[in-house]
């Protein structure tokens, strides 16, 4: 019996999510607010998304999962309770924004799980940044590994390896095998010692690196010197105003002095400060002086009242406004090897702190001073630059000839281009990872412009709401030659399938790739793992295509029942 599960909500990420489950053999029925072109009204239902009869007529007593996928938070939990109470029973996939009340929906209510495509897109951006052409992720030993696909041609260094010699890489784990004659699971592969073919196709899970930077206090200061001339963006009309008082207060110290010639130097300095502060002075020096003196010092206190005014505001503008953050963040900018993150959106704040947590450095430019994700991003300790990454002079600041990637990931495609291309402008040589939000196009756009990548949020997140639509605790997947495979972890019970069995010879007939199991509070991986026998209590992390993984759920559902 295949799984019957409702997409409701077939935009970019819902109906991508649709084909791919109708794609991997499931019974899926699609709801959408209005005809899309090529569907016919059996497979897609037209109406009110949240609505009980529009849900009825998708068959939601009798399915197994639903999948909610809209944009906005608020109807997507109208549709999940209206879900609930028509099927108490049916399991829920629900996306939603706010990751916060996700994971309290997570833990308050029975088999709702939350997903979000941002959390699951970012990843993929910092690794291509980092260099990895990552297809998926995976979590492993708290960890998200990047997952990419080894493709063996003439050229490659583990062209007649044998796959028992990749397998005994800890911080390198084979997930899946596609040879490229016939077929052969990965564990065969490699109990027979399989040596790798031109044509082979082998997807690799990665362990990431953290890097530890850590600085003296005298190079942090030497760094904020050396950016100084920053400075003169951000304070030069504070510097001015400075001038031009100093400027009025010793032409009027020079001419009291002149004037009289019993009046010391410090009695004028401290008469012209007085007089044009409004703080009062020594009123005798111009009651006996004669008219002119008189003249120019009401024409000295007006001019001075103006331009200390001005001053004052600028001064106070620039230390209690954004001006001083502005230069201070100027300040702090790296000389090199940084990563430039263009739009603090929501995938561009993930990106931000997962360079950083990874140990790497961090420039944000973004054009609005009031957006939500500003604060959280200084407070990190990371440059944020206020202006259009779009600008020539924008990028030149963030000193992007040095820098190590740069990243265009505002909310609007053409601008995203356009900040790629300035971006290659200014330094060819310069990776550039683009996001845009069309799937279709997206492609294309690196095809015809060669950037390094060209990422869509909504392409890279299908894969995993459809790998949780088909059930399990899922913890990774990727696309291989159109065919979906996922990673998950699996609790040994008695009534299991796999309790009691030895891991290398259920994963050779199950077809699935053992990635490590929990026993005893400890991790067992590599030839260990094949050898061990699966007992009651045990965790299996496992990869495992998903066509088969449904064979698998629905017998531990079938055992719990019975």
Same mark, same amino acid.
């Given at each position: 019996?295949?799984?019957?599960?409702?997409?409701?909500?077939?935009?970019?990420?819902?109906?991508?999510?649709?084909?791919?489950?109708?794609?991997?053999?499931?019974?899926?029925?699609?709801?959408?607010?209005?005809?899309?072109?090529?569907?016919?009204?059996?497979?897609?239902?037209?109406?009110?998304?949240?609505?009980?009869?529009?849900?009825?007529?998708?068959?939601?007593?009798?399915?197994?999962?639903?999948?909610?996928?809209?944009?906005?938070?608020?109807?997507?939990?109208?549709?999940?309770?209206?879900?609930?109470?028509?099927?108490?029973?049916?399991?829920?996939?629900?996306?939603?924004?706010?990751?916060?009340?996700?994971?309290?929906?997570?833990?308050?209510?029975?088999?709702?799980?939350?997903?979000?495509?941002?959390?699951?897109?970012?990843?993929?951006?910092?690794?291509?940044?980092?260099?990895?052409?990552?297809?998926?992720?995976?979590?492993?030993?708290?960890?998200?590994?990047?997952?990419?696909?080894?493709?063996?041609?003439?050229?490659?260094?583990?062209?007649?390896?044998?796959?028992?010699?990749?397998?005994?890489?800890?911080?390198?784990?084979?997930?899946?095998?596609?040879?490229?004659?016939?077929?052969?699971?990965?564990?065969?592969?490699?109990?027979?010692?399989?040596?790798?073919?031109?044509?082979?196709?082998?997807?690799?899970?990665?362990?990431?690196?953290?890097?530890?930077?850590?600085?003296?206090?005298?190079?942090?200061?030497?760094?904020?010197?050396?950016?100084?001339?920053?400075?003169?963006?951000?304070?030069?009309?504070?510097?001015?105003?400075?001038?031009?008082?100093?400027?009025?207060?010793?032409?009027?110290?020079?001419?009291?002095?002149?004037?009289?010639?019993?009046?010391?130097?410090?009695?004028?300095?401290?008469?012209?400060?007085?007089?044009?502060?409004?703080?009062?002075?020594?009123?005798?020096?111009?009651?006996?002086?004669?008219?002119?003196?008189?003249?120019?010092?009401?024409?000295?206190?007006?001019?001075?009242?103006?331009?200390?005014?001005?001053?004052?505001?600028?001064?106070?503008?620039?230390?209690?406004?954004?001006?001083?953050?502005?230069?201070?963040?100027?300040?702090?900018?790296?000389?090199?090897?940084?990563?430039?993150?263009?739009?603090?959106?929501?995938?561009?704040?993930?990106?931000?702190?997962?360079?950083?947590?990874?140990?790497?450095?961090?420039?944000?430019?973004?054009?609005?001073?009031?957006?939500?994700? !500003?604060? +959280?991003?200084?407070? %990190?300790?990371? /440059?944020?630059?206020?202006?259009? @990454?779009?600008?020539?002079? =924008? #990028?030149?600041?963030?000193?992007?000839?040095?820098?190590?990637?740069?990243?265009?990931?505002?909310?609007?495609?053409?601008?995203?281009?356009?900040?790629?291309?300035?971006?290659?402008?200014?330094?060819?040589?310069?990776?550039?990872?683009?996001?845009?939000?069309?799937?279709?196009?997206?492609?294309?756009?690196?095809?015809?412009?060669?950037?390094?990548? !060209?990422? +869509?949020?909504?392409? %890279?997140?299908? /894969?995993?709401?459809?790998?949780? @639509?088909?059930?399990?605790? =899922? #913890?990774?997947?990727?696309?291989?030659?159109?065919?979906?495979?996922?990673?998950?972890?699996?609790?040994?019970?008695?009534?299991?399938?796999?309790?009691?069995?030895?891991?290398?010879?259920?994963?050779?007939?199950?077809?699935?790739?053992?990635?490590?199991?929990?026993?005893?509070?400890?991790?067992?991986?590599?030839?260990?793992?094949?050898?061990?026998?699966?007992?009651?209590?045990?965790? %299996?992390?496992?990869?495992?295509?998903?066509?088969?993984?449904?064979?698998?759920?629905?017998?531990?559902?079938?055992?719990?029942?019975?």
């Amino acid at each position: 019996m295949k799984p019957r599960i409702i997409v409701c909500g077939l935009g970019r990420t819902g109906y991508k999510i649709f084909r791919l489950l109708r794609q991997q053999g499931a019974l899926v029925i699609g709801i959408h607010h209005k005809p899309i072109p090529g569907e016919c009204s059996c497979d897609v239902i037209i109406g009110n998304l949240n609505a009980a009869a529009t849900l009825t007529a998708a068959g939601i007593h009798q399915a197994q999962t639903i999948v909610i996928t809209g944009c906005e938070d608020a109807i997507n939990l109208s549709i999940m309770m209206q879900a609930r109470v028509l099927n108490p029973r049916i399991r829920i996939i629900n996306r939603l924004y706010n990751t916060n009340l996700g994971e309290r929906l997570d833990q308050t209510l029975p088999d709702h799980l939350s997903m979000s495509v941002v959390g699951l897109a970012a990843p993929l951006f910092t690794f291509a940044a980092l260099g990895n052409q990552a297809i998926g992720q995976i979590k492993l030993f708290d960890q998200t590994w990047p997952v990419q696909e080894e493709y063996i041609d003439e050229d490659h260094p583990w062209l007649g390896c044998n796959l028992s010699d990749l397998w005994e890489e800890p911080a390198r784990i084979p997930i899946y095998y596609l040879p490229v004659q016939g077929e052969m699971n990965l564990i065969h592969g490699v109990l027979s010692e399989q040596e790798l073919q031109v044509g082979d196709r082998l997807i690799i899970a990665i362990q990431p690196r953290i890097r530890s930077i850590r600085r003296s206090l005298i190079k942090k200061v030497l760094k904020v010197c050396t950016s100084l001339r920053q400075f003169q963006q951000h304070g030069k009309s504070v510097v001015v105003g400075a001038v031009v008082l100093l400027a009025i207060i010793a032409i009027a110290t020079l001419t009291y002095m002149s004037t009289e010639l019993s009046l010391s130097v410090v009695d004028a300095l401290y008469f012209s400060v007085g007089m044009i502060t409004g703080a009062g002075g020594n009123d005798k020096v111009v009651e006996n002086a004669p008219n002119s003196i008189k003249l120019f010092t009401i024409v000295i206190m007006l001019i001075g009242a103006v331009v200390i005014g001005l001053w004052y505001a600028m001064l106070t503008d620039f230390v209690l406004g954004n001006r001083f953050k502005q230069f201070w963040d100027a300040a702090r900018i790296p000389q090199r090897h940084h990563y430039i993150v263009c739009g603090l959106s929501g995938i561009g704040s993930k990106i931000v702190q997962q360079l950083h947590t990874s140990g790497y450095e961090v420039v944000v430019i973004e054009t609005d001073s009031n957006n939500k994700y !500003v604060n +959280s991003v200084r407070g %990190l300790g990371i /440059p944020v630059i206020q202006g259009d @990454a779009s600008f020539r002079t =924008i #990028l030149q600041t963030s000193n992007i000839t040095s820098a190590a990637a740069v990243l265009a990931v505002t909310s609007n495609d053409a601008t995203n281009l356009e900040i790629a291309l300035k971006a290659k402008g200014l330094a060819p040589k310069i990776p550039v990872i683009v996001h845009y939000a069309d799937p279709d196009f997206a492609g294309m756009a690196q095809q015809v412009f060669d950037f390094e990548a !060209v990422l +869509s949020p909504a392409e %890279l997140a299908a /894969p995993a709401f459809a790998a949780a @639509a088909l059930g399990g605790r =899922i #913890l990774g997947n990727g696309i291989t030659a159109d065919k979906l495979w996922i990673a998950f972890a699996t609790l040994i019970t008695p009534s299991h399938p796999f309790c009691g069995q030895l891991v290398k010879e259920i994963a050779v007939s199950a077809d699935f790739v053992p990635l490590y199991v929990e026993t005893n509070s400890q991790s067992v991986q590599g030839w260990e793992l094949l050898t061990t026998h699966l007992g009651e209590g045990d965790v %299996l992390y496992l990869t495992m295509p998903a066509n088969r993984l449904y064979q698998l759920w629905r017998e531990e559902r079938v055992s719990q029942r019975s």
